[in-house]
């Protein structure tokens, strides 16, 4: 009997590393969404629109889905509140190098 696989669209605006972070802690598979039919020139196979496919997370329960939706919601949200601290920083590190 084969398993049933759950999926988890992630959005597009959550950073890959938080999203892989989460794979390896919960055990999922990543894939990406698979395009719409018009993404691509079927003649020269380059896109005919602007698409980037979403990342999605399968795993064999739903429960192990919704606690890695949990996480990558709170790292997304810590990461948010510490971006412009993390900006400052690395503009002070690049300013330091420019004044050598």
């Given at each position: 009997?084969?398993?049933?696989?759950?999926?988890?669209?992630?959005?597009?605006?959550?950073?890959?590393?938080?999203?892989?972070?989460?794979?390896?802690?919960?055990?999922?598979?990543?894939?990406?969404?698979?395009?719409?039919?018009?993404a691509f020139d079927p003649r020269t196979d380059l896109?005919?629109?602007?698409?980037?496919?979403?990342?999605?997370l399968r795993g064999d329960s739903p429960e192990t889905?919704?606690?890695?939706?949990?996480?990558?919601?709170?790292?997304?949200?810590?990461?948010?509140?510490?971006?412009?601290?993390?900006?400052?920083?690395?503009?002070?590190?690049?300013?330091?190098?420019?004044?050598?």
């Open positions: 009997m084969e398993e049933k696989k759950y999926e988890l669209p992630i959005p597009r605006a959550i950073t890959t590393g938080i999203i892989f972070e989460a794979a390896e802690k919960f055990g999922l598979e990543v894939d990406q969404e698979k395009p719409p039919e018009d896109p005919t629109k602007d698409y980037v496919p979403r990342i999605i889905l919704l606690a890695a939706k949990e996480y990558i919601q709170k790292k997304h949200e810590e990461w948010i509140a510490n971006l412009e601290e993390r900006r400052k920083g690395r503009m002070e590190q690049i300013l330091r190098k420019f004044q050598k």
